[in-house]
Structures are given as structure tokens and as C-alpha cells.
């Protein structure tokens, strides 16, 4: 016999497949940990945390030990003292408070109106007594530490490395990781975004650097043009001018970084710095160009329409509104990219079979170069009446099948067939509306005006501080108009669905998510609140 055949067989032993952390060597370990690993941003968000939690448990501590003499040990407390010893006489109370309010409860027209001018005259006293500048720096801190709250949440699911069971089956481990590190950048840099412009609006506020640059404004109109402070709309004119040079100047930082760092580290950015500055250019000019006659037109008519004015005011900015819809995809988009009609073969023959088939008025088909810019994909339907026109990006068509593409269009044309838009219309018209008669409420009120160090009530400047008070209600409304939207894009899918294009839908909007690196794994509570879609 041979020495080979005297040994017995050597048996080797599977490998297991390996996961993150057994394979330090594997691009998916490497993309792993770039993910977990948490950087100088996420330590000052758990210190920040943790010593909130540490102030709050001294207070506490404070509070039992010092008892009633909290307040006078530490005046700042007694509101909250108050308060609190208040509570439990409040909840006990309740019952009776509710069955005393349903027995003087208006039982007709007459008791009606009087509980509704009493409670407009509760409402004005209100008015004359309110602390504004506190307010808007309450207002504004407390919609910063939710919205900052939320960011940080979702950024905690961005750090997680393991796939939900739920689409482990189509996507995998590398896309959801870089998906993951895409989202980090950018959650990083909202954060840092937010921070900086929430110290600025503290700044602007508490110094009374709105007045000021009010001032100075009418001043160089003075000085340069030779009015004076009678010609209030012109010198509002210039001052929107100023704040949007100055708000342009303080976001650029922020705009370079996002668009020549973070989208190009993950390969969408396609833009050179020269198109980046001849896009803000262009973007300035038209701001210019359409919003200065739009605020001096909004002016105007509230200075000759009197206590009314909020009717006026609507109804001139829904004819702009519609305007705009017009001139848009038209006039103002052609600027900043080109549209070429879809050439002809199979994808523009299945998109025009579809629009036949729902007897959709299409007068144009065409290709928009969105890869000039960037490599994430859209597609879109716009126009009026029987001025149709469906708008496909160039990248789309790269990264999908004809299939898949027409499964979009079907969604698209979902939103149509089901008056999406029109709808999503008249709720913008109805918050506009709102908006313009709660500002009718606050525009003469004198005190409003004070608070902020202005002597007179200048219109632009009331607008103005009137949007920091109307932020929390405005975030409350937004978020009724996500749900409302999100509960579009689930009809206008099921749409597509029913048209026949169900799996091509699917796999395309797999695709999208993939090659956008978009979200997959989402707070439940962030989605909610910030995503209409």
C-alpha cells in the first residue's frame, strides 16, 4: 500500500458566511462599522442629553429638600411652584368645571353671539398683555428641541447595521448600509444647520437686529433716493431685498457642503461650482424679479382694504399661486435645465397607449437632463385643463426598465385621476386664507410692535414677527397636510396597481430607493412628522 492510501480522508469544515465584525477585511464589515462608529457630533448629543437629565434630577433634589421655600430661595421658580401646587386642586376640580361650562353652554343664536363677543374681547385684552418677544423665543426654542428631538431619533436608526426582516429579501446588507451612511452625513449636517440658524434667530431676536436693519434701510433709501419713511412700501421692498441677500450669505457654507461634500462623497452630485453659482444667481434674480411686485402688490392691497384686508390678500395671492403653476414648468424651470421631447420608440409609444387609455389630454412628452445636476430620479405631470405635459428625468430612464418607467407614469397619472392635485390646492388656498386673517388679528396691535423695539407698525415687519408666533400652529397644519399626502401617494399607487403595472411599480420603486440611497429603516415618529410621502 501506498502512504496516501494509509491516511484517512481529510474532512474540511464549512465556513459560515461571514457578518459584521468576523471578516475585518469585507467591504460589508468596513461600510459596518463606518455606520456604527460614532463621531464628535454624537458625543456632544449624548453629553447634551445626559446633562439635561443630570439638571432635572438636581432639581428635583432641590425641590425636596427646600419645599415651600423653593420660591423664595430661587424666585425664577415661583410660576412653576404655583403651578404645580395648583394641579391637584385643577384635576380635582374638573368635573365640576365641565358640568358648570355645558350649563351656561349658548343654547341659541342670541347667547351665541354674546359668548362670542365676550370671547373676543377676552381675546383682545389677551392681545394687549401678551409677552410677544418671550413668546417668539419660546415658540421658536420649543419647535427647534421637538424638530431636534425627532432628528435625533432618526439618526439613532441610522446607526443600526442590521437590516428590518422586512425588506432583508430585496435589499442588501451593502445598499442598506450605504443608504445608512448617507443619511448620517446629511443628518449631521441638519443638525449643525439647525443649531447655527437657531443661535442667529436668537441673536436677531433678543438684539432687535430686525428693526435695525429696518432702519438703516430707511436711512440708505433716504440717503440714496431721496424718500422718507411715507413711501413704507418701497423701503419693505428693499428691506426683503436685504434679508435675502443676507439670509443667502448665511446659508452658502452650509449649501456648498451639502452639494460638494456630502452629495459627492455619495456619488450624486454632477454639478461644477460655476453651474452651482449660476443657479443661486439665477435663483436671486427671480426672487427679485417676481418678489418684490408680488410683496408690494400684497401691501398695497392691505393698506387700501382696510380691517377686511385678509379676503384681498388671499385672493391676490391665489391668482399669483396660479400664476406661477402656469409660468413654472414653462418660463421659470427652462432656466435651470433643458426639456427635449421623449424620442420616439417603445417607452414614449407605452407612455402615450397609457394616456390614451385614461383619456388623459397629453400635449407634451418630454426628457428633462436632471443627471446636469444630480443623479437622483423623478418624474412628474404638470399643466392645465387640456395643456397636459409629463416630464420623465434622463435618470430615471437610465436606472429603469420601459415597464417600470410607465408603472411611475401610472402612479403620476393616479394623481390626476383622482384630483390629487387640485385637492392639495385648495388646502394650500385654505391655509393661506388662515394665515391672513389670524395676521388681521395681531396687525394693529401696537404692543406686538413695542416688544421688538419698533416705534411704528410697519406691515412688513408685523408679517414678520407674526410668522414666529404662528410656528407651532403652522408645524401642526403641516403635518395634517402630510397625512393628507401620504394618503395620496398610497391612492395614486394603488392606481398603478390596478392599471396592471403592480409588480413593475414595486420593483421600480425598489430601484429609486436603492439608487437614491434613500431612508429604509425610518423612525416611525420621525417619518410622521416630517415625511408627507
Not at 385643577?90 to 343654547?107: D, F, H, K, M, Y
Not at 418671550?134 to 419647535?143: E, P
Not at 446607526?159 to 446629511?186: C, M, T, W
Request: proline share 5%; aromatic share 12%; net charge neutral.
Amino acid at each position: 500500500m501506498s502512504d496516501t492510501e494509509d491516511k484517512a480522508p481529510v474532512v474540511e469544515k464549512s465556513v459560515p458566511p461571514p457578518k459584521y465584525g468576523d471578516n475585518p477585511s469585507s467591504a460589508v464589515d468596513a461600510q459596518a462599522r463606518i455606520v456604527q462608529q460614532k463621531g464628535i457630533l454624537d458625543d456632544v448629543i449624548d453629553g447634551v442629553q445626559l446633562g439635561l437629565l443630570v439638571i432635572l434630577f438636581i432639581c428635583l433634589i432641590f425641590a425636596a429638600v427646600l419645599g415651600r421655600s423653593l420660591p423664595t430661595v430661587f424666585p425664577v421658580t415661583q410660576p412653576i411652584y404655583d403651578f404645580v401646587l395648583s394641579l391637584p386642586e385643577t384635576v380635582s376640580n374638573l368635573p365640576q368645571t365641565l358640568c358648570a361650562a355645558w350649563e351656561i353652554r349658548p343654547t341659541n343664536a342670541e347667547e351665541l353671539t354674546e359668548a362670542f363677543r365676550m370671547l373676543s374681547e377676552w381675546f383682545q385684552v389677551t392681545l394687549h398683555t401678551l409677552p410677544y418677544k418671550q413668546c417668539v423665543l419660546g415658540f421658536s426654542w420649543s419647535m427647534y428641541l421637538l424638530e431636534t428631538k425627532l432628528n435625533i431619533r432618526q439618526r439613532d436608526r441610522l446607526h443600526e447595521v442590521r437590516r428590518p426582516k422586512a425588506i432583508s429579501s430585496f435589499i442588501s446588507r451593502q445598499v442598506y448600509l450605504e443608504a445608512n451612511a448617507y443619511g448620517l452625513d446629511k443628518s449631521s449636517l441638519q443638525l449643525v444647520k439647525d443649531f447655527v440658524g437657531q443661535i442667529q434667530t436668537t441673536v436677531i431676536i433678543v438684539y432687535d437686529m430686525i428693526p435695525q436693519l429696518w432702519t438703516e434701510v430707511g436711512v440708505q433709501m433716504e440717503v440714496w433716493l431721496g424718500l422718507g419713511s411715507d413711501y413704507a412700501i418701497t423701503q419693505s421692498v428693499l428691506f426683503f431685498i436685504a434679508v435675502m441677500a443676507i439670509s443667502t450669505v448665511l446659508s452658502l457654507p452650509f449649501d456648498l457642503y451639502a452639494t460638494f461634500v456630502v452629495e459627492k462623497r455619495h456619488g450624486f452630485n454632477k454639478q461644477t461650482m460655476g453651474l452651482f453659482f449660476s443657479d443661486m444667481f439665477k435663483s436671486l434674480v427671480l426672487m427679485v424679479v417676481l418678489g418684490t411686485p408680488i410683496l408690494a402688490g400684497f401691501l398695497w392691497v392691505i393698506d387700501r382694504t382696510g380691517s377686511k384686508f385678509f379676503l384681498y390678500a388671499w385672493a391676490l395671492m391665489a391668482l399669483v399661486q396660479l400664476l406661477l403653476i402656469v409660468i413654472y414648468p414653462t418660463v421659470i424651470q427652462p432656466l435651470f435645465n433643458k426639456f427635449d421631447p421623449l424620442p420616439q420608440g417603445e417607452l414614449r409609444e407605452a407612455i402615450e397607449a397609457l394616456a390614451s387609455r385614461l383619456n388623459f389630454p397629453l400635449k407634451k412628452l418630454y426628457m428633462v437632463d436632471g443627471s446636469k445636476r444630480s443623479s437622483h430620479s423623478n418624474a412628474y405631470v404638470f399643466g392645465f385643463f387640456k395643456a397636459k405635459r409629463i416630464v420623465i428625468y434622463d435618470t430615471l430612464i437610465e436606472q429603469c426598465t420601459t415597464d417600470e418607467i410607465v408603472a411611475v407614469v401610472g402612479h403620476e397619472l393616479g394623481h390626476w385621476k383622482q384630483n390629487h392635485t387640485l385637492r392639495m390646492l385648495a388646502v394650500a388656498q385654505f391655509q393661506i386664507l388662515f394665515i391672513f386673517f389670524a395676521f388681521s388679528c395681531f396687525i394693529a396691535e401696537q404692543s406686538m410692535y413695542t416688544s421688538f423695539g419698533i416705534d411704528g407698525m410697519p406691515v412688513m415687519l408685523g408679517f414678520l414677527f407674526f410668522q414666529y408666533l404662528y410656528e407651532p400652529l403652522g408645524s401642526l397644519m403641516q403635518f395634517a397636510v402630510n397625512v393628507m399626502s401620504r394618503k395620496h401617494e398610497f391612492e395614486a399607487d394603488e392606481f398603478s396597481k390596478n392599471l396592471g403595472y403592480g409588480k413593475s411599480l414595486a420593483s421600480c420603486l425598489i430601484k429609486l430607493q436603492i439608487e437614491n440611497k434613500a431612508t429604509m429603516n425610518p423612525d416611525p415618529i420621525y417619518s410622521a412628522y416630517t415625511r408627507a410621502s
